[in-house]
């Protein structure tokens, strides 16, 4: 009769059991990307594109010169909505008929294709607390009202909790053409590499546009994140929350190279805990976007987010939203932390 299996064998043999489940993964995961690389651009394929107008020629942002690129960006949403409602597309049209309010300040706008836009709620040039919110998949001009309605919950508990005379302003930022949630793009650091220096650009701006010492802090939600984690190398910002986030393409906070507080919350709501945080060569791009940035070996300040659910994080009410307004407005000893 054999010996029972000493207890350092029944170590080695779990751990042969967790490599073989993990390439047994990778190995599911890499023929699922290649059919949505081949099978999702063909569906989108199908739909035509919607007429608009170039950008409008703004000139140089100053705080004295912002209120007419307001106005030049309103007009040329306005002009989009007409084209788009002579093409026969009224959810488009609707869309930018709603930017095109005289009650929205648009720093920047492109109707083309999927669309871009640059959104301020508040006194931008009078700002002490500035948040700027980087989109994940799925967000466009056709979308823009569930990111509107994130950003605007958001400066409403801004105002609400800052100190007396202390502005606050919320920058919701459409400004790269996001991935769609079923698609090979979501799972690759592409768009977010293509993203980054727009996003350090955008950085750069507000700090011309705001008072000296204003705080600046990024809130990257979902593969906005990834954006946040590529362009986060020499950003000037004094926070980075990352919500949701299915990794950065970094293995640890240390690794985005930047002198930012890293923060990361994922409600127990979220599905996004159960994408595989690996990180694979394929063809020519990588696949996956590495360590959990929840996880204790990222390294990031884990704070609250309660039962948020994926698209829950900007619930007025929430913990996670009340934890993203403390961070933005520099309040860290109040953040909740888990």
Request: proline residues 5%; aromatic residues 4%; positive net charge.
């Amino acid at each position: 009769m054999g010996r029972a299996p000493t207890e350092k064998t029944a170590r080695t043999t779990a751990r042969t059991t967790v490599r073989r489940a993990a390439r047994t993964a990778r190995r599911a995961l890499i023929p699922a990307l290649l059919t949505a690389a081949l099978v999702v651009p063909l569906a989108g394929a199908a739909r035509p594109g919607i007429p608009a107008p170039p950008p409008a020629a703004v000139g140089r942002l100053t705080p004295a010169t912002l209120h007419s690129a307001y106005e030049a960006n309103r007009a040329d949403a306005a002009e989009a909505a007409r084209m788009a409602a002579a093409h026969g597309d009224g959810h488009r049209a609707a869309a930018d008929r709603a930017l095109a309010a005289r009650s929205r300040h648009l720093l920047a706008y492109d109707g083309r294709g999927a669309g871009l836009a640059t959104e301020v709620l508040g006194d931008l040039a009078a700002a002490a607390r500035v948040a700027v919110l980087v989109p994940g998949s799925d967000t466009s001009l056709d979308t823009y009202g569930r990111f509107h309605r994130a950003a605007a919950a958001l400066y409403r508990d801004l105002t609400r909790r800052a100190p007396a005379g202390t502005r606050v302003a919320v920058v919701a930022w459409l400004g790269y053409r996001t991935p769609g949630t079923v698609s090979a793009t979501v799972t690759t650091t592409t768009r977010a590499e293509h993203a980054a220096p727009r996003l350090r650009a955008l950085v750069r701006q507000l700090r011309a546009l705001t008072p000296a010492g204003a705080r600046l802090s990024l809130l990257c939600h979902s593969y906005g994140s990834v954006v946040c984690g590529r362009a986060a190398a020499g950003l000037d910002a004094d926070d980075i929350a990352l919500v949701g986030s299915p990794g950065t393409g970094a293995g640890t906070a240390a690794g985005l190279r930047t002198r930012a507080r890293i923060w990361a919350a994922r409600g127990t709501g979220d599905w996004v805990a159960h994408v595989p945080h690996v990180r694979a060569d394929l063809l020519f791009t990588t696949v996956g976007f590495g360590t959990d940035p929840v996880s204790r070996a990222f390294g990031a300040r884990v704070f609250d987010a309660a039962g948020a659910d994926h698209s829950g994080y900007f619930t007025p009410g929430s913990a996670s939203l009340a934890n993203l307004a403390r961070i933005t407005l520099g309040e860290t000893s109040e953040v909740t932390r888990v």
